[in-house]
């Protein structure tokens, strides 16, 4: 079956474009999650949805970071007058359900280059 | 101090070592996790744990919930195994992971 679908792969941006980042969770997931990741750096927890609410947005850096899952389904990290130092790769990670014991399935990402 | 500590940072082994990678965490936690990630790869969740132990074909986990310690142990190694080893914490009450910053394992033929 199929499983975290990103999209893009790879994205360039100027500095102060705005870049959105979407993420395709395995159907009938509950729970989604997005993390940054700096080269040579574990995963930052940035934001979490159950189904459409936006349950803890306390990792997003700054207000310039907005994430939406309107429908419970399709979520889309957005990032607002991008700078240098959001150059990463945006993880999106699912899950089954609610409670911490269900396992995560991680998206390929998408690295994000703001030049 | 970081919340979640890996060590080591980084581990070469010859082939059929047996491998251990250690994780410390200085947060309350409703559970723990291990992945993998291939360089320029996704990351594959490898366990969840809560208590006790976890046996997967050659990979074992354990975690020891008042010493807030876990280990995930690599039997009989192989090159294929060479990845990084990332440790991540669900802290309680919340729905906020935390991650370790990996260790890197390469696994010489």
């Given at each position: 079956g199929a499983g975290v679908?990103?999209?893009?792969?790879?994205?360039?941006?100027?500095?102060?474009?705005?870049?959105?980042?979407?993420?395709?969770?395995?159907?009938g997931h509950v729970s989604l999650f997005w993390y940054q990741q700096a080269l040579g750096q574990g995963p930052e927890f940035l934001t979490y949805f159950q189904n459409e609410a936006q349950l803890d947005k306390s990792g997003l850096p700054s207000d310039r970071f907005f994430a939406e899952r309107p429908e419970g389904s399709v979520s889309t990290l957005k990032i607002q007058r991008t700078q240098q130092e959001d150059s990463a790769v945006y993880l999106c990670a699912s899950s089954l359900g609610r409670r911490s014991n269900y396992e995560q399935y991680f998206g390929p990402g998408t690295r994000l280059t703001v030049t | 101090k970081n919340e979640v500590e890996q060590s080591p940072q980084n581990l070469t082994a010859?082939?059929?070592?047996?491998?251990?990678?250690?994780?410390?965490?200085?947060?309350?936690?409703?559970?723990?996790?291990?992945?993998?990630?291939?360089?320029?790869?996704?990351i594959v969740s490898l366990f969840m744990l809560s208590s006790g132990k976890k046996k997967h074909g050659r990979l074992i986990a354990t975690i020891n919930i008042q010493e807030k310690h876990s280990s995930l142990h690599i039997t009989a190694s192989h090159p294929r195994d060479s990845a990084v080893y990332i440790c991540a914490v669900r802290t309680s009450g919340t729905y906020k992971y935390i991650f370790g910053t990996g260790t890197r394992l390469k696994v010489l033929a």
């Open positions: 679908s990103q999209s893009p792969r790879y994205k360039v941006a100027k500095r102060g474009q705005d870049v959105a980042l979407r993420c395709d969770p395995i159907s | 010859q082939e059929g070592e047996f491998i251990t990678i250690n994780c410390s965490y200085s947060v309350g936690i409703s559970a723990l996790h291990w992945l993998q990630q291939h360089p320029g790869g996704g």
